[in-house]
């Protein structure tokens, strides 16, 4: 049973949303593009294991998806969580194509394609931090009992996969997607005594659940780009042709030619998304959509459900938890 599902990640939306609005030509698009790709491709990587996860049966396994917990002052998240009566699984997802050359004496990841070479963080040692910090949440909420296993697994079937020095223990915590039902059933082998009864196996579901916390980045600081830099506007909801025209009061797509009445909705959304921003006043909406009429925009944000301060001077519309 999945009791968390797996979403778009938050800064794929930002990412997305703040290319949109960037000029063609502005420096940092080739920047913001690369980086884009790189956690499209981890997202579909991820979205990939899903076919292999749903063999496992539903009534003996509970997963949750991209779950991100804090133990003391740590925050840490986890692709994929398995829960097993008899065990909990932690699986890493590595979206990359190449050569994997797992090095363990420098504790990093070298993806080889022809020549060239290139370092990520070493993901057994990511994970193997994951479980001792899953162990510490466990023993806070009352569920020290119950072990833990993690997995690598590679979701690109052409990746070949290498270690250095080569250790059969540590090897055999990285697979292929394709042999995680396989890999699965071995550590039902493995882990023999029950250790969480329904009741218990629900409790810890929920409460993982509702202790999972969203981060998100204020990716316009990390780029070093300002509201001035975007273009202003709001996107046409069918082609997403950008920006859209206001006219007789409506909004208008000049490419598919369709008539919007709350296309500045999802607008509204992408400032909070780029901003990070608590709260939007009147004439930063305004500056925002390129709009010139304070009570056009007072409409908007009246009507758009988000609350407001008291204050009639200084209001602030406040961004929804
Ligand atoms: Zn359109």
């Given at each position: 049973?999945?009791?968390?599902?797996?979403?778009?990640?938050?800064?794929?939306?930002?990412?997305?949303?703040?290319?949109?609005?960037?000029?063609?030509?502005?420096?940092?698009?080739?920047?913001?593009?690369?980086?884009?790709?790189?956690?499209?491709?981890?997202?579909?990587?991820?979205?990939?294991?899903?076919?292999?996860?749903?063999?496992?049966?539903?009534?003996?396994?509970?997963?949750?998806?991209?779950?991100?917990?804090?133990?003391?002052?740590?925050?840490?998240?986890?692709?994929?969580?398995?829960?097993?009566?008899?065990?909990?699984?932690?699986?890493?997802?590595?979206?990359?194509?190449?050569?994997?050359?797992?090095?363990?004496?420098?504790?990093?990841?070298?993806?080889?394609?022809?020549?060239?070479?290139?370092?990520?963080?070493?993901?057994?040692?990511?994970?193997?931090?994951?479980?001792?910090?899953?162990?510490?949440?466990?023993?806070?909420?009352?569920?020290?009992?119950?072990?833990?296993?993690?997995?690598?697994?590679?979701?690109?079937?052409?990746?070949?996969?290498?270690?250095?020095?080569?250790?059969?223990?540590?090897?055999?915590?990285?697979?292929?997607?394709?042999?995680?039902?396989?890999?699965?059933?071995?550590?039902?082998?493995?882990?023999?005594?029950?250790?969480?009864?329904?009741?218990?196996?629900?409790?810890?579901?929920?409460?993982?659940?509702?202790?999972?916390?969203?981060?998100?980045?204020?990716?316009?600081?990390?780029?070093?780009?300002?509201?001035?830099?975007?273009?202003?506007g709001?996107?046409c909801?069918?082609c997403?042709a950008f920006p859209m025209d206001?006219v007789?009061?409506?909004w208008f797509c000049k490419k598919c030619s369709i008539?919007?009445?709350?296309?500045?909705?999802?607008?509204?959304?992408?400032?909070?998304?780029?901003?990070?921003?608590?709260?939007?006043?009147?004439?930063?909406?305004?500056?925002?959509?390129?709009?010139?009429?304070?009570?056009?925009?007072?409409?908007?944000?009246?009507?758009?459900?988000?609350?407001?301060?008291?204050?009639?001077?200084?209001?602030?519309?406040?961004?929804?938890?």
């Open positions: 049973m999945i009791i968390k599902e797996r979403t778009k990640p938050v800064v794929l939306l930002q990412l997305e949303a703040l290319l949109r609005r960037l000029p063609g030509n502005h420096r940092k698009r080739p920047l913001i593009e690369a980086d884009l790709a790189r956690y499209a491709a981890g997202y579909s990587g991820e979205k990939s294991i899903d076919y292999h996860l749903s063999f496992l049966p539903e009534k003996e396994f509970t997963i949750l998806h991209d779950l991100r917990l804090s133990s003391g002052s740590h925050s840490f998240q986890m692709d994929t969580l398995i829960l097993h009566p008899n065990f909990i699984l932690i699986l890493e997802v590595k979206n990359i194509t190449g050569t994997l050359i797992f090095d363990q004496n420098f504790h990093q990841l070298i993806r080889k394609i022809g020549d060239k070479e290139e370092a990520f963080p070493d993901p057994l040692l990511q994970a193997s931090r994951h479980k001792k910090q899953l162990q510490q949440w466990l023993a806070a909420n009352r569920f020290e009992e119950i072990p833990i296993e993690y997995l690598i697994v590679v979701s690109s079937p052409a990746t070949i996969i290498k270690m250095i020095p080569f250790n059969q223990s540590l090897y055999k915590r990285i697979i292929h997607s394709n042999t995680i039902y396989d890999r699965v059933n071995e550590l039902i082998e493995k882990h023999k005594i029950l250790l969480l009864k329904p009741p218990g196996l629900k409790k810890l579901s929920r409460l993982l659940d509702k202790n999972h916390t969203v981060l998100t980045k204020p990716i316009m600081d990390q780029y070093g780009i300002l509201l001035t830099d975007l273009i202003p709001t996107a909801p069918k997403l206001r007789q009061g409506h008539k919007s009445k709350n296309a500045h909705l999802s607008a509204l959304e992408e400032y909070f998304l780029l901003t990070n921003a608590p709260s939007i006043s009147n004439k930063e909406f305004r500056f925002f959509l390129n709009i010139s009429s304070t009570s056009i925009t007072t409409r908007f944000l009246l009507d758009s459900g988000l609350s407001h301060n008291s204050s009639r001077k200084n209001r602030v519309y406040l961004r929804k938890k």
